[in-house]
Nanobody, 120 residues
Framework: VQLQASGGGLVQAGGSLILTCAAS????????MAWYRQVPGKERELVAG???????TYADSVKGRFTISRDNAKNTVYLQMNSLKPEDTAVYYC???????????????WGQGTQVTVSS
């Protein structure tokens, strides 16, 4: 699966951005798409995830500020980021996870990353 992320940029603290990740290729009907972020010298961390069935998960640091959504027909996931803080500055990566029962194989694919910079 190929993932194309977009929407990053520079924003002032308190501002908003929306990230978009479009998946293409052999996409299974049941999957999890998520956003992770990483800053230099730190491990990549989960920001938010959403299954095709609508189950969501969020990092505590973004709860109440970020909202993940998806359009299953378009194989696209969105991350609405509000009330941005300087500590949200990172490269944001889109992730796709699924398990193919027929092939007994799991898939874990990553997009190229998009930079989000929040100035104070």
């Amino acid at each position: 699966v190929q993932l194309q992320a977009s929407g990053g940029g520079l924003v002032q603290a308190g501002g908003s951005l929306i990230l978009t990740c479009a998946a293409s290729g052999s996409i299974l009907s049941v999957n999890l798409m998520a956003w992770y972020r990483q800053v230099p010298g730190k491990e990549r961390e989960l920001v938010a995830g959403m299954t095709t069935g609508g189950v969501t998960t969020y990092a505590d640091s973004v709860k109440g500020r970020f909202t993940i959504s998806r359009d299953n027909a378009k194989n696209t996931v969105y991350l609405q980021m509000n009330s941005l803080k300087p500590e949200d500055t990172a490269v944001y990566y889109c992730n796709y996870i699924t398990y193919d029962v027929a092939d007994d194989r799991s898939y874990n694919d990553w997009g190229q990353g998009t930079q989000v910079t929040v100035s104070s």
